[in-house]
Structures are given as C-alpha cells and as structure tokens.
C-alpha cells in the first residue's frame, strides 16, 4: 500500500512545532538524542526528513543548516520544508534509491521513515554507498512488541498481546516478533483517520541487515517515555515507560 504523507503535510508539522505529537516529544525524539554523535562541521543527509522539524534538532547537536540536504518521497512535505527552512537543501526522492555520489555525507540521519520501505536491504545499502569512510548512520524504527502483536480478549478487555497460551495449548501463538511483516493501522490524529502501512522486523533481523551491508552496529537503543511524560498524562507514561515503542541503531561505515 502507498502512503499518502502528502494529505496533513501541514497539520503533522503545525502539531510537532507545537510538541503536541507525544510519540516524538517524549519517546522517539529522547531516544535519538541520547544516541546523537557531535554534528559540528558535517555534511548531513536527513532521510525522510518530513516538513523538516528535524534540522533544528540537529543544530543543538553543533550541525549547520547550510550543510544538510533533506529527501523525502512526499512532495507536499518537501514543499513546505523549503518555505519553512530556507536555508536547508531539500530534495523529493526515494530511500531506496538515493540521487546522491557515493562518499558525499558524513552523518545520515532518520527518525520514523525506514520502516516505510519494504526493502529496508536496498536503503542500507544505498545509505552506506553515499556515506563517506567512517561515516555514520542514525535511525529509528517502530519496535516489533508493540506492532508484531495481536488482540485479545481478556475479562471483557482488549490486549495487544505477543505471547503462547500455557499448558496444553503452547501452539495457539499470538503475534509474529520474528517474521518481517506489513501492517496496516488506522491513526486518529487531527480528528481524522489516517490509514498507515509500514513494515516490521525484530532488532536482529535489521541488526542482520546491516551487517550484511557492511555497517559496524555501534549503538541500539528500545525507547522509554521520559520522566516529564507523567506531568502531562500518566497513562502514556506507564505504557511507554515498560515497553517500548521504537527502537533505534547507531551504525558505522
Ligand atoms: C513519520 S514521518 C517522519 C518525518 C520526520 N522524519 C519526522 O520525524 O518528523 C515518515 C516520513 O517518511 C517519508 N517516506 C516514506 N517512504 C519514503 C521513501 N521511500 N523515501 C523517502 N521518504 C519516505 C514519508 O513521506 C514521511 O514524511
């Protein structure tokens, strides 16, 4: 299935200017600051960067925008990062298929896009060809124990739940961790539904990826919500705190 970024292009950057998409404010985006290297002086590729909120972070990390190209398969997106980030080059393309020289970027950054692609081998490669020597790679993924699970049904509530059934019935299983998988999913942000498709593999399948790729695997990190979390909704706190939402890998050409 094709994913429509185009439709909310604007809504989806007004609500993360705002730190009104919880999921990044206080899981994803804690998560890959703890893992970012010291950005001062290099050339930096942001992998489906979006409307661009993402250059901003990296500036508190020592980057310059004048050195950071931006790639996004949505037109819409690439549009308004433009207007909204003058100073930044940014570029419509496919991750799997960079318009990029090979050894042009020290640092590739991305959060929340590789999971789009259905051939997360094809942008590993592609990512480490347009690095340059020593050249690393940060990115983010959704995490398999959340999204490889299945509904059940337990004292009339509802579970997302990986795991087998006890005792005489160990082969009824619920959830698929190890098989990497499409899976659709309806969103209700903007009061709106948004019907997503993205692909799910567990940590060692993408660990094996790249390793085939060539990548030295330095860093992996499963997410947490942070502390503040609790001020603002308790609830998202729990849930976020003990499992994990996205995952990310610090990787090494
Ligand atoms: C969840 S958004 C993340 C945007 C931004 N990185 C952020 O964190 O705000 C995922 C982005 O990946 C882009 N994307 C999906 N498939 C892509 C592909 N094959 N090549 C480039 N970008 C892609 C989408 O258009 C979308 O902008």
Same mark, same amino acid.
């Given at each position: ?12 950057? /007004? ?37 661009? !909120? ?11 925008? !004048? ?8 037109? !819409? ?94 082969? /009824? ?8 998988? /499409? ?47 609790? /001020? ?9 705190? !003990? ?11």
């Amino acid at each position: 299935m094709q994913n429509d970024y185009d439709n909310y292009a604007k809504e989806r950057q /007004e609500k993360l200017i705002n730190g009104m998409m919880p999921s990044h404010r206080f899981v994803e985006k804690p998560m890959m600051k703890s893992m970012m290297p010291n950005l001062k002086n290099k050339k930096i590729l942001l992998l489906g960067c979006g409307t661009g !909120e993402e250059t901003n972070l990296l500036v508190t990390f020592g980057a310059d925008k !004048e050195k950071m190209v931006g790639i996004d398969i949505s037109k !819409e997106s690439i549009a308004i990062a433009k207007k909204t980030y003058p100073n930044v080059e940014f570029v419509v393309g496919d991750m799997a298929n960079l318009p990029f020289d090979e050894n042009t970027f020290d640092f590739v950054y991305s959060s929340l896009a590789v999971h789009y692609s259905a051939t997360p081998d094809k942008v590993y490669n592609e990512v480490y060809r347009v690095l340059k020597k020593d050249g690393l790679f940060l990115f983010s993924l959704v995490h398999p124990i959340r999204w490889s699970s299945n509904h059940a049904n337990i004292d009339g509530k509802t579970y997302r739940l990986i795991g087998c059934a006890r005792d005489d019935n160990e082969s /009824e299983v619920l959830g698929n961790y190890n098989t990497f998988k /499409e899976h659709t999913h309806d969103f209700f942000s903007w009061n709106i539904k948004e019907t997503l498709s993205f692909y799910v593999g567990s940590p060692s399948f993408h660990f094996k990826l790249l390793r085939k790729a060539n990548f030295e695997v330095l860093d992996f990190t499963e997410s947490m919500a942070v502390e503040e979390t609790k /001020e603002v909704d308790i609830n998202y706190y729990k849930k976020n705190k !003990e499992l994990p939402q996205f995952m990310a890998f610090l990787t090494k050409k």
